[in-house]
């Protein structure tokens, strides 16, 4: 009997092993995760955003088969609360005639009347300081009186001007196909939004679609626009130039576009015609409204025939 139920045991594993290795074989470990891989990417621009409070991008390569998230990555800081300058990342500045003096939140760089002073920090060899694709600006900004003047020049290549009628400006130079500088794009607020001794929040973001402006957290100007930045090869500059910033400057925060993890579907699944090239998510992590006002499907389609979706509704939501 031991021998006739160790053959049948056998024979009873024969045939389940059998059976399992066949359906083993039919199974495609990629095809399982590509649902996963979609999503995780649209997810990871979603958290990127709403962390941030940035724009952020999922680039598409529907023959590729890939997926791109992009967002705004803080690349320098500075508060200002030491003699040295020195910011988040270790980025020290040089002042000239310049002081610490009470800011709006801790202390503050002060740049006096009839001094030309000025503040300056080495980033044209740091390789975080590529804003190529985009960048957001934002600092405190607190004149002393109402005339025009350079505040912020981040390489030469962009920055925020003051205007002598209390209005604020960013700018940044351009770049054709070419790769040549071709000019400045400007963008003003309104006259009378700096006030003399008053600090004001001011905030500039630019992603290759639109230059918008912020004051206060009120969304004060917008330029639509497509071309890169010039390339940052000279320090960082507050103050300084032809015409001096006088007053004070806190917390100064720049920020670069940078690329997140490429995520590659696998060989037996595709995206399927109609998706877009870029999906874009706001600051609050939602759909982009200009560029998406209908919710997005995402359809992708394996080899043996089968369909799936991905959802991503006005909210960001992914599912």
Partial sequence: MTLLELLLV???????????????????????SAVETVRGALRSAVNAARARRAPAVVRVDQKAGTLLPRGLAVVGTWHFEEANLEG???????????????????????????????????????????????????????????????????GNVLGLYVLASGAARVWFVSLNQSGEAVGQVVLDSEPGSLLPGRWTRVRAEYDRRKLSLWLDGVHAAELQVEERVAKVQAPLLLAGGQKPFVGR???????????????????????EPGVPEEIWFDAAGHLDQLAHPLPLELSLSFDNGRRERVRVSRWGTVE
């Avoid at 056998?10 to 399982?32: C, E, H, K, W």
């Avoid at 044209?124 to 934002?138: L, N, R, V």
């Fill in 249 to 271: 400057i806190d917390e100064l925060v720049l920020s670069a576009w940078e690329e997140g993890e490429l995520r590659a579907l696998p060989e037996s699944v595709l995206l």
């Fill in 10 to 32: 056998m024979v009873v594993m024969g045939i389940v092993m059998g059976i399992g290795v066949g359906t083993f074989a039919s199974l495609d470990p990629g095809r399982g």
């Fill in 88 to 154: 988040a990342f270790g980025v020290k500045g040089l002042g000239t005639d310049t002081r610490l003096t009470r800011g709006y939140l801790g202390q503050a760089l002060e740049f006096p009347a009839g001094a030309n002073a000025r503040a300056e920090f080495d980033i044209q060899a740091d390789p975080s300081f590529e804003f190529g694709e985009g960048f957001a600006i934002e600092c405190m900004l607190a004149p002393e009186s109402a005339s025009s003047a350079h505040a912020v020049s981040v």
